[in-house]
């Protein structure tokens, strides 16, 4: 296993295993790279002090110097580079991190040179040490001795700031705090004692130690990789400038290799920062990759592909060959557009910016990936394959997965095929590409996913090819987690720890394997992840992106005068913000720029879009079907709407279900139910290849396939739901024995499920009924034939027959609950296709009582009694919305609907608004003004903006000043 911290006597052993010579002789003949609280305290206790410190500080031991001859004394095996390509990954991490430490102790000693020891000398010269003093010493030096060696640093990493000072200190800070306690008792009419500040000292001698151990991590990393990634280049000013300082006290001879080392330290400088350096670079693929591994990080000099034994190398190039060929592929496999060319994936492909994050369980609670209050503890990036590349060489990730997420239409497949590609070329990483919508998804072993995953061969172990090569770093791209999430029958919550367990076990055999997942975020908000897992967010494409693959879309197109722009448009500017919603905007305008003309429409809005693009993209897919080319206008019509209406259905199900996605276990009883299962050309599987929908799929063990349909953008759902819902109100309006047409279809879809908790669904539904009634002018008749009867049997029978048992295809509820919510969406309904500004809700006549209407009214402690049955029948409603969902449920009316009581009746009329206080909301949407009154008093009003809490109680007691009474 990879150790997590280490010692200096973890050191020694180390050297002891491998053969080294032992410590002490390796100081006799390196020139004491080492310092310790016992060798200061034998300075000290010299018989001539003065003169052992100045013979120990002689010429002062440059840290270039030594540095240098550390790196030339490393065995030739122990390196990485040269005679080290042999070498296991494991024991490469190994041998960093015992130079690491090596490198912090010089810096320590030359710390210990320049800054303590002069200081000491001069307490020295003026303090007399008395024989009990000296025993004290010695025991100080000797008890720090002993700890010092046992103190853990951690490893794999730049040690910060805060440790190297507490290393550093360990070794000097007892010994140094003994002899300021004696110099404090003499420094009276002593002017040199008096000048020496303990703390200054202190403060000067971390910082030195610090600027060493910075400028030797920056020079080694042109031996060992992982030093780049943990060098600290913020102080590469006072790094070259305390380096040229101490050039000034060298001689020639050392003077020429000091300098030697500080251009070194300039070179390595500028090439690290210059990897560092997050800026969008305006081509495709990732044009700084090869570069940066080549300069930075590159150590093997052959391909993987040379070191293998036949048949591994047959399937590692068979499947390297096919990760390759990938990137050649058309975007897109189609021919059903005239003169339309499409990009290959690299030409095509443009990196996205994106957000990491290391997930620790103490400050990442649920739902933290879309947390905006955690934006600034992000580490925000422009070049995504340049991040990739430094997590994959650090070694810290050998037994942390790292989850790279995205939207749907982000484009991480895409990313996944293309850096496994780049990383084809290089000579120290081999990577796998896994497919997992290609895998068993009736089983969470990660091994098994992965062997199916890089092989079709049934006995492929991918453990035994990887003992073949490794010297190499192993890289695995899962790729589409959220397709096996979503398809599988399996328990999946725990799969990430699965994969930090395979990593461990691949640990235990010698080697360090990288593992990538790729998700949708939705997905990832409900799984386990391991602490440490590093997490990259994938983000939404910027202007300069979509305007860098706009023009790569034209500059590959030989259409005459064609060029493909996005509108400056809002509602276009928000769908293109993903490449694959960019492409389908692009396919869609090619052949007679219907994007550009739509969006300059005095009425164009998202729903116009929508509606064109599903048109547009319906008939394209119908049209590859020769059979529906030889169908009458008629039938053509009739497909189109089946086509509309399945994927309706899809939609639908989805609102009801609260998901964002549909499996096809039970799709086709599904559309038995609806009547929608039968075409005469359409194929069971066409939903799959539409442009609208995303296919997940994965794999049982038997190779049968499991699908589930997502759509490539929520809002494509949310338009469709909208639209389903009103052409089956229009329906209701048509005679026909068709089952689409019939009544309890349209209780069954509006009777399921809140609109209120569907902001967009609802939107669409108002937005869209303007244009749907305009092509279907009889659909008002819905609110005479459906709605208001529908809303007075409730009102005459206490109850209304609701079709829980004609639909086997969801759980049913609670009567009542479906009674709450249907009465609520057919005012929904209503509103959304009524042609007036204001609706009066009059189910009866003007003139019909409840009751007598003879006696004085009566007085009940929520309101006074109505004898006007539609404003009863209204209260009753706000009631029945309260007691089947809740205040909110009422509340969430006033979003949409402003409700006002006016000449004895309730007026209803199209109004946005916030919901700012349930209770009061409620009560304003019920007309209940003594419920009102009592929330101007609840504990939450008070936050609400209306504050104009004593001109309202004026109002309500003026109109009805019975409920002072």
């Known amino acids: 296993m990879i150790r997590k911290d280490i010692s200096l006597s973890e050191v020694l052993e180390y050297y002891k295993n491998n053969k080294v010579a032992t410590f002490d002789e390796d100081i006799d003949q390196f020139g004491d790279y080492f310092i310790t609280a016992g060798r200061i305290a034998a300075l000290i206790l010299a018989p001539t ?31 990485y580079k040269n005679r080290g390509r042999e070498k296991l990954a494991i024991e490469r991490y190994e041998l960093a991190n015992v130079v690491n430490f090596m490198l912090l102790q010089i810096a320590i000693k030359n710390g210990v040179k320049e800054i303590i020891l002069p200081v000491v000398s001069t307490i020295l010269e003026h303090v007399n040490l008395e024989e009990d003093d000296r025993k ?4 100080i030096g000797d008890e720090c001795e002993k700890e010092s060696s046992l103190i853990k640093l951690p490893s794999n990493c730049f040690l910060s700031k805060e440790e190297i000072s507490n290393q550093s ?41 610090s600027l060493y151990y910075n400028a030797f991590v920056i020079n080694f990393s042109g031996e060992f990789p992982e030093f780049k990634i943990w060098a600290d280049t913020t102080q590469k000013a006072k790094i070259l400038k305390e380096l040229n300082e101490v050039s000034k006290q060298l001689k020639t001879a050392e003077r020429k290799i000091h300098e030697k080392f500080i251009k070194q330290t300039e070179q390595f400088t500028k090439k690290i920062d210059e990897f560092r350096k997050s800026n969008f670079i305006a081509e495709s693929g990732f044009p700084s990759f090869h570069n940066s591994y080549k300069e930075l990080f590159e150590l093997q000099t052959n391909k993987i592909i040379n070191s293998l034994s036949a048949k591994i190398k047959e399937n590692v190039e068979a499947h390297q060959n096919k990760i390759k060929d990938e990137l050649n592929k058309p975007l897109i496999d189609n021919a059903d557009i005239e003169g339309i060319v499409y990009p290959k994936n690299k030409e095509i492909y443009v990196a996205q910016s994106f957000r990491s994050i290391d997930y620790i369980k103490k400050l990442h609670k649920k739902d933290f990936l879309n947390d905006e209050s955690l934006n600034d503890k992000w580490v925000k990036g422009e070049n995504i394959s340049n991040f990739l590349l430094q997590t994959l060489i650090d070694p810290n990730y050998s037994n942390k997965p790292i989850i790279l997420l995205g939207l749907p239409g982000a484009g991480k497949s895409m990313l996944s095929k293309m850096f496994a590609g780049q990383l084809c070329e290089t000579n120290d990483f081999i990577p796998f590409l896994v497919k997992l919508r290609s895998v068993a998804s009736n089983t969470a072993n990660v091994s098994e996913h992965i062997n199916k995953g890089i092989s079709k061969s049934p006995d492929t172990n991918w453990l035994d090819w990887a003992k073949e090569f490794r010297e190499r770093i192993p890289v695995i791209i899962m790729d589409g987690f959220d397709e096996l999430m979503q398809s599988s029958t399996t328990e999946l919550n725990n799969y990430i720890g699965a994969i930090k367990e395979f990593q461990n076990d691949a640990l235990h055999h010698g080697i360090a394997v990288r593992i990538i997942l790729t998700s949708r975020t939705t997905v990832m908000q409900h799984v386990y992840i391991p602490e440490g897992t590093r997490i990259i967010k994938l983000d939404s494409f910027d202007s300069k992106r979509r305007d860098l693959w706009v023009k790569i879309w034209n500059d590959c197109q030989i259409k005459p005068k064609y060029k493909f722009s996005i509108p400056q448009n809002p509602k276009i500017e928000h769908l293109a913000q993903e490449p694959l919603l960019i492409f389908m905007l692009a396919v869609y305008d ?67 279900n609260n998901t964002t996605h549909k499996d096809t276990q039970k799709l086709k009883e599904e559309l038995q139910v609806f009547g929608l299962h039968e075409s005469s050309i359409q194929s069971k599987n066409i939903l799959g290849d539409f442009f609208f929908i995303h296919e997940n799929k994965s794999t049982t063990e038997g190779d049968s396939e499991n699908l589930n349909f997502e759509f490539l953008h929520k809002t494509f759902g949310e338009f469709l739901t909208a639209d389903f819902l009103l052409r089956i109100a229009f329906k209701q309006t048509q005679k026909s024995r068709e089952k689409i047409y019939q009544q309890y279809i349209f209780k069954f879809c509006y009777g399921y499920n809140w609109l209120n908790k569907h902001q967009n669904i609802q939107n669409f539904l108002f937005e869209y009924a303007p244009q749907f009634k305009a092509e279907n002018k009889d659909i008002t008749r819905i609110i005479e034939d459906i709605i208001k009867p529908d809303l007075e049997a409730l009102f005459m029978n206490g109850n209304l027959e609701f079709p829980v048992k004609e639909n086997q295809i969801l759980p049913h509820k609670e009567v009542v609950e479906h009674l709450g919510i249907y009465s609520q969406n057919l005012i929904f309904l209503w509103l959304a296709i009524s042609n007036d500004a204001e609706v009066t809700f009059e189910i009866f006549g ?20 109505e004898t006007n049955k539609n404003k009863l029948l209204w209260k009753r409603f706000a009631k029945l919305w309260t007691l089947v969902g809740n205040y909110n449920a009422t509340a969430k009316l006033h979003e949409w609907i402003k409700v006002v009581e006016k000449d004895n009746n309730i007026i209803l009329s199209k109004s946005k608004a916030d919901v700012s206080h349930n209770f009061s909301d409620s009560a304003k949407v019920a007309c209940n003004d003594f419920e009102l009154l009592l929330s101007f008093f609840d504990n939450e009003y008070k936050f609400t903006k209306e504050n104009l809490t004593l001109d309202n109680l004026e109002k309500i007691l003026k109109k009805k000043p019975e409920l002072l009474h």
């Open 136 to 139: 004290q010493l010695t025991k």
């Open 49 to 79: 002090p003065t003169i052992a410190i100045e013979s120990f500080c002689a010429g002062i031991d440059v840290a270039s110097l030594r540095a240098s001859k550390l790196l030339s004394w490393l065995p030739d095996k122990f390196k």
């Open 169 to 209: 200190f360990k070794i000097v800070d007892p010994i140094l705090s003994n002899l300021f306690k004696h110099s404090d008792k003499c420094k009276e009419g002593k002017t040199q004692l008096k000048k020496i500040d303990l703390l200054k000292t202190k403060d000067r001698y971390a910082d030195i130690v």
């Open 846 to 865: 003007t003139n019909e009582k409840t009751g007598d209407g003879t006696s004085e009214p009566k007085y009940e402690s929520q309101d006074r009694d």
């Open 590 to 656: 090619f052949e007679k720029s219907e994007l550009q003309l739509m969006t300059k429409e005095k009425n164009f809005n998202q729903s116009k879009l929508y509606d064109s693009l599903l048109i547009s993209f319906i008939d394209r897919q119908l049209k590859k079907n020769d059979d529906f080319k030889n169908l009458s206008e008629a039938e053509q019509k009739k497909e189109r709407e089946l086509f509309r209406l399945r994927l309706g259905t899809i939609a639908l199900l989805m609102f009801l």
